[in-house]
């Protein structure tokens, strides 16, 4: 198509283009999940309406973890491309003041134009909650798996140590995640208690669809004595998703850190 | 009216009436307050409901604290009368299964039929939660008032401690409490901070309306740097609510204990 001449003198008027790399926050509650799909509630479809808004053109959010519905974020990473003349760090209170309160910009910088928030993450941090309490807490009750159960916790860090590695994971993998592979690096799988509450960090170089939920809830296993420790490592090395425990609600999990190259 | 054969014979196999006491939780953001008011969602009528419908009779359901809408509580307590010929803590799960989520009965137990959680309530504990992050956290957007500016912690300490003994506490009183007397003994008023988190707890043997969040709302004033902590004693000694801070958000307070005598 011809450019009109008013076209012509605004495109010399261009501002060259930027890419922008966010920090977010989000309580998963109320969405289908990250990923844009037509006609539902997505996490990306706010950050691209609120960009939208912002920098008034579409922007192709993307993001460093497709989260599932239920799931939160304390530490997501997303880049966008655009063309807005505004200093970086403005972006947080500009985007804050268009998206929805469970939605919230924590930091915003300008990276290189090549940087790509899903493919160049080096690693992520998962962090699962788990209520242990016998009654629910009413304040956990969107951001926590119920447990009632006496749990061995000695036992469950033991399962822990047979996930730390590098290992093919294909027992920790639910269909669907369209892996190229199954071997992953777990860096770290460590289990906190506190005063009701139970905590289960697994850090990656990444991780396979519902990695994490089907790690705690055959750790969940372990810790009501209906499988021991070393029956962690049996069943990772089985290579088979029917051998491993259940999948944890999407609730319980957390995606708080993506970690990439300096 | 006279009683039907049917209806005397039941009479005779009518069950001791009992006082059931009750420790809750709730989260109150989706309710306007504990008590009950005509075609509006409150905690009361849940909980008379639930009570009901498990007692399969009307119950007067009476609350230690009237909390405001969007307050919470993890130890609010009530009581109700019933004959019902459940063991007490058999209540929880049943009470549990017909409440909505978000109120959860903690713990049930009989107490003699004089009892009552309002009355009898020797002394409450309130805490107050605000969120001090840059950027409100999307896990506390209910739960804590949002203060992004620089506090001065150990000014808000001293401020705390012109607000422990037994004073008149007219200036931290909203209108509209129907004391008959403005001395309460505040056995204690403590600040902790921790990460992006600051938390006022106040203890007393009773509350005036709104007093927990017009304190506050004052000793935000000395974090600030508006008053002094002495100004604190000044606005106390002068029983005149005009002189105090405004009242925090509701949504940063929390119902955690209720006294009462062993």
Redesign the interface.
């Known amino acids: 198509m011809l450019r009109s001449g008013a076209d012509f003198w605004w495109s010399l008027d261009e501002q060259p283009m930027r890419n922008i790399k966010l920090v977010l926050?989000?309580?998963g509650t109320a969405y289908c999940g990250f990923q844009r799909q037509d006609g539902l509630r997505t996490i990306q479809a706010e950050l691209a309406r609120a960009v939208a808004v912002i920098t008034k053109s579409p922007a192709n959010v993307i993001g460093a973890g497709r989260t599932d519905a239920g799931v939160?974020a304390?530490g997501q990473v997303v880049n966008f491309r655009t063309d807005a003349r505004m200093p970086a760090e403005k972006f947080?209170p500009a985007l804050?003041s268009v998206l929805p309160?469970?939605?919230?910009?924590?930091r915003a910088e300008d990276v290189p134009l090549e940087f790509n928030a899903r493919y160049d993450a080096r690693g992520k941090t998962d962090e699962y909650t788990m209520d242990t309490r016998p009654?629910?807490?009413?304040?956990l009750?969107n951001?926590a798996y119920h447990v009632p159960f006496p749990l061995d916790l000695e036992a469950m860090r033991e399962g822990c140590s047979h996930i730390v590695g590098r290992h093919d994971f294909r027992s920790f993998a639910a269909s669907g995640g369209g892996a190229k592979t199954f071997t992953r690096e777990v860096r770290r799988c460590a289990l906190e208690a506190g005063e009701g509450l139970v905590k289960i960090t697994v850090e990656a170089d990444g991780f396979l669809y519902n990695m994490v939920r089907i790690i705690v809830g055959t750790l969940v296993l372990v810790g009501v004595g209906k499988l021991t420790p070393r029956d962690v490592a049996r069943i990772r090395d089985a290579r088979d998703r029917r051998v491993a425990g259940p999948t944890a609600p999407a609730k319980g999990l957390c995606l708080v850190r993506v970690d990439y190259d300096a």
């Open positions: 926050e989000y309580d939160h304390r947080v804050n309160a469970d939605i919230r910009v924590l009654v629910p807490s009413v304040f009750r951001y």
